[in-house]
């Protein structure tokens, strides 16, 4: 019988108990979406409304109700979580991690979020740097509005592909292509916006180069060298522990 594992005596297959892990996450992860979402309902048509609009002065008729600090990060942090999800579920999915334990499990993921939130954080120090050096407080806060408003729904359609990883295992080509679609998507809208907002009179090739490069080039040199590190950093523990 020792062969055998849960109460009703049926072996579960390896990677079962990994999979369990990331179900149990991504559940608890969406049912607090679902309560941000009831409880700051208004707080996310503005979040739509930023990303579809390019508005400086909101109406005092639309001003939402509930805390925006707590649901921006909560967003963000959302937005991240997934990332991670994602990019460790392709990851097995591949075969490039197997056979991990569950306390390693944990540990990847939570390597791959710190790695992403460190990118993140690069990158809006470099925009904070682009915000004091070619614009004024106030435009660099209404660009940081809808940079967060755009991050936010992007993070929202991430639950569509991760979905698709841990319930569906055919056609493993399909959330790979979305997740790609929707992060160029993404950068798309948040370059356009960027150029619109700092470089509205200052739409020079000098400028519109020094950002493509410093904000859009050289952050995903960064990411990539650090993807690389981690993904061997794994597969060395993984030897160590087995």
Request: with cysteine.
């Amino acid at each position: 019988m020792g062969i055998f594992e849960g109460y009703v005596g049926i072996r579960l297959w390896d990677g079962q108990l990994v999979d369990d892990i990331i179900f149990t996450m991504l559940f608890v992860l969406f049912v607090a979406f679902a309560i941000v979402f009831r409880t700051n309902f208004r707080l996310f048509l503005k979040m739509l409304r930023d990303v579809v609009f390019l508005r400086e002065r909101q109406s005092l008729f639309e001003k939402p109700v509930g805390s925006e600090w707590f649901f921006r990060n909560f967003m963000i942090f959302q937005a991240l979580f997934l990332s991670s999800i994602f990019l460790f579920e392709v990851a097995r999915a591949y075969g490039y991690v197997n056979h991990l334990k569950e306390n390693t499990v944990l540990i990847s993921i939570g390597i791959i979020f710190v790695v992403l939130c460190l990118f993140y954080q690069f990158k809006q120090f470099f925009y904070y740097l682009f915000g004091c050096i070619f614009t004024d407080t106030p435009r660099y806060k209404f660009w940081k509005m809808n940079y967060n408003a755009t991050i936010s729904a992007w993070g929202t359609l991430l639950y569509i592909p991760v979905l698709w990883l841990i319930f569906v295992t055919a056609h493993l080509f399909i959330p790979v292509i979305l997740f790609i679609f929707f992060y160029i998507l993404f950068r798309f809208v948040i370059i356009y916006k960027t150029i619109r907002i700092f470089h509205k009179r200052n739409a020079g090739l000098l400028y519109i180069s020094l950002y493509l490069c410093g904000q859009e080039i050289l952050p995903l040199m960064f990411l990539y060298q650090g993807m690389v590190y981690l993904y061997n950093f794994i597969e060395t523990s993984t030897l160590l522990w087995h």
